[in-house]
């Protein structure tokens, strides 16, 4: 099973918006609302940052948004800050219990 | 407050069974409310899903895996674990433990553990 597609990488300034994608197909993000997001700092673990296609979980800053059109979904992060600089995974269920993970995105704060 | 710490041999011969458990504090497995997951990382790599188990003993695992994997719980001690046979060095990775709170939807991890399989 392939992974969900995701852009190698984007960049941003503080205080700008970006939007990273996550492709997939009518069998996981198209056909379910359960697309989740993640935040990875080098060496840390992931940090859920939404969930359900669009919610937050508490204490996730608001600047952080989720949607999804068709087999995409996306993860808009607004206010860009220094400290937003991480990669970024986006996830999804995909039937029979399973779950697949996209490939990651290396978000750069320039 | 949830807590989950992975254990386990670091390093694993080549063709043997990859073992390690999840010890879960500031909750139980025994709850219905969640199911308990594994996710491994590849060194410079994304994040794959292995498999989860829920309180009744259910499991589910990644077709890729199928076949090589086994998910277990142990509620006497609030344990959960991974064995993975047949390793190569494609199963090197840092193994990550969960908590899921809905589908595809992990809230708690813990902070992983990198195990290297080598001849």
């Known amino acids: 099973q392939s992974a969900l597609t995701q852009p190698a990488s984007v960049s941003g300034s503080p205080g700008q918006s970006i939007t990273i994608s996550c492709s997939g197909t009518s069998s996981d993000v198209g056909g379910y609302d359960y697309v989740s997001w993640y935040q990875q700092h080098p060496g840390k673990a992931p940090k859920l940052m939404i969930y359900?296609?669009?919610t937050r979980p508490s204490g996730v800053s608001y600047r952080f948004s989720g949607s999804k059109s068709g087999n995409t979904a996306s993860l808009t992060i607004s206010g860009l800050q220094t400290e937003d600089e991480a990669d970024y995974y986006c996830s999804s269920y995909r039937g029979s219990h399973t779950v697949i993970f996209g490939g990651g995105t290396k978000l750069t704060v320039l | 407050h949830l807590q989950l710490q992975e254990s386990g041999p670091g390093l694993v011969k080549t063709s043997e069974t990859l073992s390690l458990t999840c010890t879960v504090s500031g909750g139980s497995i025994s709850s219905s409310d969640y199911f308990w997951v594994w996710i491994r990382q590849p060194p410079g790599k994304g994040l794959e899903w292995i498999g989860n188990v829920y309180y009744t003993g259910n499991t589910y695992y990644n077709p890729s895996l199928k076949g090589r994997v086994t998910i277990s719980g142990d509620s006497s001690k609030n344990q959960f674990s991974l064995k993975l046979t047949s390793v190569t060095a494609a199963d090197t990775a840092v193994y990550y433990c969960?908590?899921?709170?809905?589908?595809?939807?992990?809230?708690?991890w813990g902070q992983g553990t990198l195990v290297t399989v080598s001849s």
């Open positions: 359900d296609v669009s």
């Open positions: 969960g908590r899921d709170t809905s589908l595809a939807t992990t809230d708690s």
